[in-house]
């Protein structure tokens, strides 16, 4: 995943011409509902980047709350495991999932040297 | 020195791989050619599952392997005694396959054969039930495997993973009478994550359930040939 987020800001980085920008944070949205650890992310992006053009760079991530639709009351509620993420409302097995999923780099703080 | 610029891109982390694996899949239907991908924790069975099911289909279908293991060709080896092109994948440190490793595994898996004579492509992901999860590769289906000895609990310990696939093959299931092992209580769980996927009990021993898996198998084949 610390690859793919690297990939995407030098993928990014080209349109801007890297040499003449300081990346100051990276935001990202970073869904319950994911493989992805945050504090993981962020420590495995910092050895990543060490002595590279984003080693001055921080990430910053915002939860996005795991969140599903009931399939026969539609009101939304957040699933628990110990509940088997089954909706409190008419019990019933996880259905539609309204949020969770985000895996995004939302904006990316700058400057130009 | 400027001032700092906010940049609001909403780029999803997984979009080079995302892409790549949308290119994968134009590849996959232009040979006509379904392709599932095989997850489970390391020692499900999976490959076992392949050695079977791989001679089950020879009289039917022509079936083709990627491999994915992190550091070994044994799995591929074993595959290849069955006389169909298998291309093994060694992804190092990696944990998963990604949907570039399964492009270049496709790419040698052409010199090997034209795949326009395949009727279906099996890529054994690696035994982990976390990553394989979030990286599409350009299947058509997923299929997870969770064996008896894994416990109950593993679809609620591993949602995602029991969450995106189509098809779970609840494998080792000879082993129920020695076990203090309720499935139905599995079963309930992977319901609770995920009550849309086709669920088959399998066991490569007495070989029950293989005909459901062949079954399933055979009918996505033909529907996606249609």
Known sequence: ??????????????????????????NLKIGEFTCVEPI???????AAVLGSWLDSSEITIETIPFE????????????????????PCCNLNLDEIISGRELKIASIDFKEK | MHLPISDKIELNILHQNSHQAEK????????????????????????????????????????????GDMTTNLDAARLEKLNIPVVPITTGRAC??????????????????????????????????????????GEHFKVALLSITEGEDKPLKYPIMFREADLILITKVDLLPHLNFDINELKSNISSTNPKADVIEISSITKSGFDLWQKWISKKILKFKK
């Open chain 2, 96 to 137: 998963h396959l990604d949907a570039n490793m399964v492009s270049g595994g496709l790419k040698l898996l052409e010199k090997k054969i034209n795949p326009h004579i395949l009727d279906i492509l099996l890529v054994e992901n690696v035994g982990n039930l976390v990553c394989p999860a979030e990286f599409e590769i």
């Open chain 1, 68 to 87: 599903g639709k009931c399939s026969k009351c539609n009101r939304s509620y957040f699933p628990k495991k110990e509940n088997g993420y089954k909706s």
């Open chain 1, 1 to 26: 995943m610390t690859k793919c987020l690297i990939l995407s800001m030098e993928e990014w980085a080209e349109k801007k011409n890297k040499e003449k920008i300081i990346v100051e944070k990276i």
């Open chain 1, 40 to 46: 993981s992310l962020i420590n495995t992006f910092n």
């Open chain 2, 24 to 67: 994968n899949k134009v590849k996959f239907n232009n040979y006509n050619l379904l392709c599932l991908n095989i997850m489970s924790s390391p020692g499900a069975g999976k490959t076992r599952l392949l050695e079977i099911t791989l001679e089950d289909l020879s009289t039917e279908f022509q079936s083709a392997v990627l491999e």
